[in-house]
T-cell receptor, first 109, second 114 residues
Framework: DAKTTQPPSMDCAEGRAANLPCNHSTISGNEYVYWYRQIHSQGPQYIIHGLKNNETNEMASLIITEDRKSSTLILPHATLRDTAVYYCIVPGTASKLTFGTGTRLQVTL | DVKVTQSSRYLVKRTGEKVFLECVQDMDHENMFWYRQDPGLGLRLIYFSYDVKMKEKGDIPEGYSVSREKKERFSLILESASTNQTSMYLC?????????????FGSGTQLSVL
């Protein structure tokens, strides 16, 4: 699996955009970047994934750099309910997802 | 919506007991996974299966085994439970990841081994 690096924690004011970075410098050409989040005491929830192009859905936007070595998850208007641990994952050829420790996002009033 | 169901939300067992954690998915997914989650360590992959009767070791398989006799069901077995296996266990399923498919998780089983 390509290794990912995320900051351990971030804060964001409610209503502002939350920008969560991820480095994946060893990613190979056909590997997707996935983002999941885990709200306390629940199973992780899929947010978004992408290969090369930027992606947007109803939850978030994913910006992938041209060299694909890093990406940023954007929550455009963070709310208190977005407080969670966010995982950036690049699965390997074995089709398994290995989760690291992620970024703990705290959204505050 | 895909549903991944884990048989128990909370489970308390004694050291040395044989423990079965069951997981069922209803979307005909090929891949199924078992993770454990401990504070400060994130999610760690125990075993996964990409087809019936097929299994692959994850990052921490020691002390665990799995069974996948039917496509929809993936069981995690603790042959002789120990206190260091007290943890949150999460099951997940997906179609083949390389095709850009997403992973769906169950709600988790909090296992306490006394």
């Amino acid at each position: 699996d390509a290794k990912t690096t995320q900051p351990p924690s971030m804060d964001c004011a409610e209503g502002r955009a939350a920008n969560l970075p991820c480095n994946h410098s060893t990613i190979s050409g056909n590997e997707y970047v996935y983002w999941y989040r885990q709200i306390h005491s629940q199973g992780p929830q899929y947010i978004i994934h992408g290969l090369k192009n930027n992606e947007t859905n109803e939850m978030a936007s994913l910006i992938i750099t041209e060299d694909r070595k890093s990406s940023t998850l954007i929550l455009p208007h963070a709310t208190l309910r977005d407080t969670a641990v966010y995982y950036c994952i690049v699965p390997g050829t074995a089709s398994k997802l290995t989760f690291g420790t992620g970024t703990r996002l705290q959204v505050t009033l | 919506d895909v549903k991944v169901t884990q048989s128990s939300r909370y489970l308390v067992k004694r050291t040395g007991e044989k423990v079965f954690l069951e997981c069922v998915q209803d979307m005909d997914h090929e891949n199924m996974f078992w993770y454990r989650q401990d504070p400060g360590l994130g999610l760690r992959l125990i075993y996964f299966s990409y087809d019936v009767k097929m299994k692959e070791k994850g990052d921490i398989p020691e002390g665990y085994s799995v069974s996948r006799e039917k496509k929809e069901r993936f069981s995690l077995i603790l042959e002789s439970a120990s206190t260091n296996q007290t943890s949150m266990y999460l099951c997940a399923s997906s179609r083949r990841i390389l095709l850009g498919e997403k992973l769906f998780f169950g709600s988790g089983t909090q296992l306490s081994v006394l």
